[in-house]
């Protein structure tokens, strides 16, 4: 080793979560992955066990240990990145009265909407940096309330599944400002709980957990888990931040004039920004992350579940050995940029940024009898570019001049999508050496807490950018002719999305009906 400590990150993501072991100098000792059960799905519900999630950040900590071969006694601190707009209830004794509500869940969607276009929602949006929508846990609480009273009554707290693992580490309730932004409580100007969002949700501060600034103690790890994770009792656990924030101080984008592009599950467009920047037209979120530091940007609900969601279809029709994300980006390669006229709405999972409507639906538009799979499957990719496209045409006009794109996620482990995403946006994509950067920054938080770094600035002495994809002119310039087709296709669709909901609703509730008619 090159130094004598060494540091956890720790990123708590929405699919697993992965663990990173570091020296001093940000070189990867080792790394672990702990996975979860799945999110619980009934409808547009999106339940997690958390308990699951503990036994994966303990499992993914011990992997990462074993891997790094370093002496336990050097482990110099650790922190936590936690998912964005995740809520729990809990009981006075830190249990669990529902699961961990994930950001996909869908449920509150009414709530949000009796919020937005109001005055209430406007002075929201300038109070917290979060437009109306129903993935904030300010809406899903209200869902509670309203439908599970129970619950409310009995609810301690209101807690992200960052805190709820938190605790079980330390036996501490705090929350860093990132989370705490993304929950749409927290007043992004002043860093203290908004009393407008506490208000609408019916919910007291103290039903809240004590904030903090992510380089701030959490507490110190307990013996028993510290045990199961092989490292020693009272080990300092940082604050640390958002995985949102982490991804993109983790691929080095701490300026203003940088993006990071984020591909997963879900994606996202970010700058780190010395300053609170808000949309006139709430098309953007804003949320903090220290007392100097906010980000801003939008995030879209499709990335490569769209992929997924194609990959599943060809599998029910196909007798042979499953097919893979692989084979399916590799039917994308095989058709030319435009996809001959084939154009995608990829809203199959409903839409954030920046239109922040969960009813919005799938389209692909164009379709004839010359089109095949592989336009399909290029055409999803080229859906999903439009839609940080607009992205970056609104942080454009919020007064954000991005110079420099960096990406970060899974979609960097594919040449084809990495080639879609700069051909449609014009722009270089720089790839970063270390691939898991939220894990790699929630790392840097407990080095910086613990005085092995002076300011969030010097992770880009830990970031490595491995190459840079650069757009075909050729490429971007067919982009260029289909993205206002896209945008014409969006806004015509758009009146028809609440249609689709409540016919879909109707139909759900005769075929239920019909079941139970049928005795089945």
């Known amino acids: 080793m090159k130094s004598s400590s060494w540091f956890l990150g720790i990123d708590l993501g929405t699919g697993s979560c992965k663990t990173v072991a570091v020296d001093e100098d940000g070189t990867v000792l080792g790394f672990g992955v702990g996975e979860y059960s799945g999110a619980e799905a009934q409808d547009r519900w999106q339940e997690q066990d958390p308990r699951d999630l503990l036994k994966a950040a303990v499992a993914s900590v011990r992997r990462a240990v074993e891997r790094a071969g370093a002496s336990p006694a050097g482990c110099g601190g650790m922190s936590i990145g936690g998912a964005l707009h995740s809520v729990m209830a809990v009981d006075g004794h830190g249990d669990p009265l529902t699961g961990v509500i994930t950001w996909a869940d869908g449920r509150a969607v009414e709530q949000a909407r009796t919020v937005a276009d109001t005055l209430t ?24 309330r309203e439908n599970r009273p129970e619950v409310f009554q009995h609810a301690r707290r209101y807690v992200s599944a960052k805190e709820y693992v938190g605790f079980r580490l330390t036996g501490t309730w705090q929350v860093d400002y990132s989370l705490a932004a993304g929950s749409g409580f927290l007043n992004t100007d002043t860093l203290q709980w908004s009393d407008l969002a506490l208000d609408l949700a019916g919910v007291r501060k103290d ?116 097919l893979t994300f692989e084979d399916v980006l590799a039917l994308a390669s095989r058709a030319p940029a435009g996809s001959r006229g084939l154009v995608c709405l990829p809203f199959f ?151 689709i909901a409540r016919l879909r609703n109707d139909l759900a509730i005769a075929t239920d009906e019909g079941g139970k008619r049928n005795g089945t």
């Open 121 to 144: 929602g406007k002075n929201l949006y300038r109070e917290t940096g979060c437009p109306a929508h129903g993935m904030y846990p300010l809406y899903k609480v209200m869902w509670l």
């Open 207 to 322: 039903q809240l957990s004590p904030l903090a600034a992510p380089v701030a103690l959490l507490g110190k790890l307990q013996a028993e888990v510290a045990a199961q994770m092989g490292i020693p009792v009272n080990t300092p656990v940082a604050m640390g931040s958002s995985d949102a924030v982490n991804s993109s101080i983790g691929a080095g984008a701490v300026d203003p004039t940088q993006a990071t592009l984020m591909v997963g599950t879900s994606g996202a467009l970010r700058v780190v920004s010395p300053r609170p920047v808000l949309d006139p037209k709430a098309r953007s979120w804003c949320y903090a992350i220290d007392e100097r530091h906010w980000l801003v940007g939008g995030a879209i609900n499709n990335g490569g579940v769209a992929l997924s969601w194609l990959r599943d279809c060809l599998n029910q029709a196909h007798a042979g050995q499953p």
């Open 349 to 499: 999972a409903g839409e954030r940024s920046p239109n922040w409507n969960l009813n919005a639906r799938a389209a692909l538009f164009g379709m004839s009898l010359e089109h095949e799979l592989r336009h399909v499957a290029r055409a999803l990719l080229e859906g999903i570019g439009f839609r940080f496209k607009s992205l970056l045409q609104v942080l454009s006009e919020i007064g954000l001049d991005v110079k420099q794109i960096v990406a970060s996620g899974g979609f960097t482990k594919s040449e084809v999508w990495l080639q879609v995403m700069a051909d449609v946006l014009g722009r270089d994509l720089n790839v970063t050496a270390w691939g898991e950067t939220s894990a790699l920054a929630a790392a840097f938080w407990a080095a910086l807490a613990a005085g092995r770094a002076g300011s969030m600035e010097e992770i880009r002495k830990w970031v490595h950018h491995s190459y840079a994809c650069r757009p075909v002119p050729e490429n971007t310039a067919v982009y260029e002719r289909v993205y206002p087709v896209y945008t014409k296709l969006y806004q015509a669709a758009a009146g028809s999305f609440d249609d």
